[in-house]
């Protein structure tokens, strides 16, 4: 069974442009959540997703945003991207409401 | 907002020694999970824990779920070289399955 796939890897963007990041989940898979990862803050939810419907959000600037279309594959936008949005942007999808995640390798953003 | 405090923030162990690391909390969770992350990858699922009180073991992994819900605890037997990385202690509130509050990780360096 495939795993939850992250593309692209790796980025580098300049501060002002816009980046999207896209995520696969497992089959079957229905919830897709996404967290920022940095040295500073840990791991940060900063949404779920569940049948195309934003479930929860975390406490981040409206400039984050993401979408999950009908066949659950999700993508998470960042615009007016700023030095401090540099992280590891990590995807998870879910199966059941116990909490238990399956998360992709993750995408490493880096802004000039 | 809610915060894990997990401690210790690094370990350095030799190889077969045990490890403890917990996670403490001012609220109340309904589910507890520990996760592992190696270098370049996302973390992955080790025990997840649903019930106060609840000893769960995975191999050489045992984790508690806290009786009074606010913390939880990770045990390591007979650490070996593979075992080096990042441990997560996460806790979930309500049924929502993607929202998960994260501590910021116990760094584990086992030297052979």
């Known amino acids: 069974k495939a795993g939850v796939t992250q593309t692209p890897r790796y980025l580098i963007k300049t501060r002002g442009q816009q980046v999207t990041l896209s995520c696969s989940p497992i089959s079957g898979h229905r919830s897709v959540s996404w967290y920022q990862q940095t040295p500073g803050q840990g791991l940060q939810f900063l949404f779920e997703?569940?049948?195309?419907?934003?479930?929860n959000k975390g406490n981040f600037p409206g400039r984050f945003s993401g979408r999950q279309f009908s066949n659950s594959r999700s993508e998470m936008n960042v615009s007016t991207l700023e030095l401090g949005d540099s992280a590891l942007y990590l995807c998870?999808?879910?199966?059941?409401?116990?909490?238990?995640?399956?998360f992709g390798e993750g995408s490493r953003l880096t802004v000039l | 907002g809610q915060q894990l405090n997990q401690s210790p923030q690094s370990m350095f162990i030799q190889e077969g020694e045990d490890v403890s690391m917990n996670c403490t909390s001012s609220?109340?969770?309904?589910?507890w999970l520990w996760y592992k992350q190696d270098p370049g990858e996302g973390p992955v699922l080790l025990i997840a824990l649903y019930k106060a009180g609840e000893l769960t073991s995975n191999g050489r992994l045992t984790a508690q779920f806290g009786i009074t819900r606010k913390d939880s605890f990770l045990n390591i037997s007979a650490s070996i070289p593979s075992d080096v990385g990042i441990y997560f202690c996460?806790?979930?509130?309500?049924?929502?399955?993607?929202?998960?509050?994260f501590g910021d990780g116990t760094t584990l360096t086992v030297k052979p």
């Open positions: 998870a999808s879910s199966l059941k409401n116990t909490g238990e995640l399956f």
């Open positions: 997703y569940f049948s195309e419907t934003q479930r």
């Open positions: 996460a806790g979930q509130q309500g049924t929502n399955a993607g929202k998960s509050t």
């Open positions: 609220s109340i969770f309904n589910t």
